[in-house]
């Protein structure tokens, strides 16, 4: 029997939110989805401060975080592995777009299943496309993981199962990320990553591997990056906190090998 | 006694929307707002068109415009004055972004109070500023009331009562529309407004200004606009579907006049 999602709004069991919720009404607000692996959320510390950059930057109150773990603890004990998605909003009401003066933030946990991906990603890489959307660009937003999201609704509906993920271009043409992975090339030994300054969401796998890398003694570069930049790499990878690493093997009509350095990233993390 | 907002989902008195619902969770659907006078909505035909237009752009199926209007009828009965704002979301769940394969639309109707404008307006006309936000551009989701309404809500955010409207450029520096409202320009008695093929909203009065002009016989241009071309109007006039048209005597520093074609405008819409 496959368990039903759990739900906590505001730290009580509800299926429901107020139908004046401005998450609903303007996208306002934030969240996080989480590994949850033996009952326990991964990499918590590196969410929570993503989340709370992020309500720094949109001016929503800092959410409390130890109320989030205590959520946390609630939904995923006993769950062996589990995706555990955090949802910060600005609140019920005011007038319009106006944010009211004392926002009380809404605090939702949300606990579902493990997603099953092929066991073909994990054995021979997986295949990506481009998506026809383009991201819109907007300093203000760009790196946030906000609620205003119908641009990756709508990438995403582009396809069905026949890709494991799609690029993003932005509209100059830049190669910004997947619709729910960041993206690393690796290119003569050194790791390129695109820049994330005009749109984009900064992962925390993202974060994770950049650190990793440099404790391995590998060169990051983070810049803008063309659909050459791309084709021209030895290797290619997705980053993701449920996945974490998958290599690419397939991107449109191109093939890459699983290449070494991707090896050595997938095994250091192992025991990160 | 102040009456409370009412509120429908799906037809049905609620305070709550289900907390799966993609308008929560991704800015998943459009809304409309809707002026109620003497208990009918106005323009409800150009209202519905424009929601039936939006749901075929993001292929969210298309609403019960009949329910819709039973909805807006139960709501606003016996209102003298009331504001109606209509959601369609994509409906509940599915796998991340990716939208359900036969997805169930979510309806949500809410009436509230007419708001209250400060007289000054009507009298004297409105006074506005440039926002710092600039819109990113998307073709994809240019023109179309959708719920990912993050960038309206930042740049709401930055005044107060002290202005009545912000303006909003583009990334590019064009100005598009004000955050509630659409723009027009007089220049040598011909209207000017921004082109919305790369970002904000093609309001319903919008709609009918334009083509009340053209009834009038004065030519409309619609067309990228720089900060250049608004300072250099002879007349500058908001439009939006509670307010109608506001006429702007103050933008920052500058100061216009409520010249004789925004009058003649806004004297031939009252008898529309």
């Known amino acids: 029997v496959t368990p039903r999602p759990a739900i906590l709004v505001n730290g009580v069991p509800a299926k429901h939110v107020a139908a004046d919720d401005r998450g609903l009404h303007y996208g306002d607000g934030l969240f996080e989805t989480i590994a949850v ?7 918590w510390m590196r969410h929570m401060a993503r989340l709370e950059s992020g309500c720094a930057r949109l001016g929503i109150p800092t959410p409390d975080t130890g ?40 605090r939702i946990a949300v606990c579902s299943n493990w997603p099953e991906w092929p066991a073909r990603i994990a054995d021979e890489g997986a295949r990506v496309r481009y998506c026809r959307m383009r991201l819109g660009r907007n300093p203000v937003l760009a790196g946030i993981k906000h609620l205003s999201r119908l641009e990756y609704v709508l990438a995403r509906a582009e396809w069905g199962n026949e890709y494991d993920e799609g690029l993003l271009r932005d509209d100059a043409g830049n190669v910004v990320e997947g619709t729910v992975s960041n993206v690393f090339a690796v290119s003569r030994g050194a790791l390129y990553t695109p820049d994330l300054s005009q749109c984009g969401v900064a992962g925390i796998m993202r ?46 009509k191109q093939h890459y090998g699983v290449g070494p350095l991707t090896r050595r990233l997938m095994e250091s993390l192992r025991h990160e």
Not at 37 to 43: L, N, V
Not at 78 to 91: E, M, P, W
Not at 99 to 106: H, I, K, L, V
Not at 218 to 225: I, K, S
């Open 37 to 43: 692996i033996a009952g326990e959320p991964r990499r």
């Open 207 to 252: 974060e994770a591997v950049m650190e990793q890398a440099q404790r391995l003694g590998l060169a990051v570069h983070t810049r803008p990056m063309t659909r050459d930049d791309i084709a021209q790499a030895d290797e290619l990878l997705l980053t993701n906190s449920l996945h974490e690493v998958w290599p690419v093997t397939q991107l449109e």
């Open 67 to 106: 109320a989030f773990l205590d959520d946390a603890r609630t939904l995923c004990a006993g769950r062996d592995r589990a995706v555990l998605k955090l949802i910060v909003t600005r609140g019920r009401g005011g007038r319009g777009y106006r944010p009211p003066s004392a926002p009380q933030p809404t």
